[in-house]
């Protein structure tokens, strides 16, 4: 199978606090991952897709100042929320990618469930 | 534009009796790829079903099939002898490019009645 994890599962942080949501692709190298953002009852909306050693591609109306992404590994994607609002509070799911082209199936992690206070 | 459209916001469907999930697609791109997935209430997205532009026959999976119709860009997805365990939100996506994101429609609720 292809296992993906993300940590914590969910977190509460007070406004103006940074958060660090981590990805992991447990039992395959991804050579891409991708973060999305869904709020309650919603679609997902792509965030960002980052290659590891490179810088992360940004969707458009999304602010990289605000959520960095760091893609250390092949294994390992971080996400960051830097100086957190409740407008954030959101369901923050990650997926990776073994290969590149538009079959290749993205796994998806169980998703962070953030609440900013 | 590249879109992905759902327009049923909520299904219901008897159990053991099929039930159709409609999505229609916009894109030029000649080469592209549609994926359908299941999010239960906990959060986590289940692969269903995936269908290349290319594709000469409709995919099937289990009790999962994909009708796709590609002069009218649509890729419905057909669950038959639906089961409880099948309520859930369902998502169609269309991927796209070299990098493989995809794009997610609406979603649509599907609730099986028992």
């Known amino acids: 199978g292809a296992v993906v994890s993300q940590h914590p599962s969910w977190v509460i942080c007070k406004s103006g606090t940074s958060v660090k949501i981590e990805c992991r692709s447990l039992?395959?190298?991804?050579?891409?991952m991708f973060w999305y953002r869904q709020f309650p009852k919603q679609s997902l909306m792509l965030m960002a897709t980052?290659?590891?050693?490179?810088?992360?591609?940004?969707e458009q109306g999304v602010e990289k100042d605000k959520f960095l992404i760091n893609h250390a590994s092949l294994t390992l994607s971080t996400l960051t929320v830097t100086s957190a609002h409740p407008e954030d509070s959101s369901f923050y799911i990650c997926?990776?990618?073994?290969?590149?082209?538009?079959?290749?199936?993205?796994?998806f992690g169980p998703g962070t469930r953030l609440t900013v206070t | 534009a590249q879109k992905i459209t759902q327009t049923q916001p909520g299904m219901f469907v008897q159990e053991k009796e099929a039930v159709t999930l409609d999505c229609t697609y916009d894109?030029?791109?000649?080469?592209?790829?549609l994926f359908w997935y299941k999010q239960p209430s906990s959060g986590e997205m289940i692969f269903l079903i995936y269908?290349?532009?290319?594709?000469?026959q409709n995919a099937t999976e289990g009790r999962y099939s994909l009708n796709f119709q590609k002069a009218r860009k649509s890729a419905n997805l057909v669950i038959s002898a639906s089961q409880l365990g099948d309520s859930a939100m369902y998502f169609c996506?269309?991927?796209?490019?070299?990098?493989?994101?995809?794009?997610f429609g609406q979603g649509t609720e599907l609730s099986v009645k028992p």
């Open positions: 980052s290659n590891e050693g490179s810088k992360a591609t940004y």
């Open positions: 894109t030029s791109d000649p080469s592209y790829g």
């Open positions: 039992d395959f190298q991804a050579t891409t």
């Open positions: 997926s990776a990618s073994k290969g590149k082209g538009i079959n290749s199936e993205q796994y």
């Open positions: 269908q290349g532009s290319y594709d000469q």
């Open positions: 996506a269309m991927s796209l490019g070299e990098g493989g994101k995809l794009i």
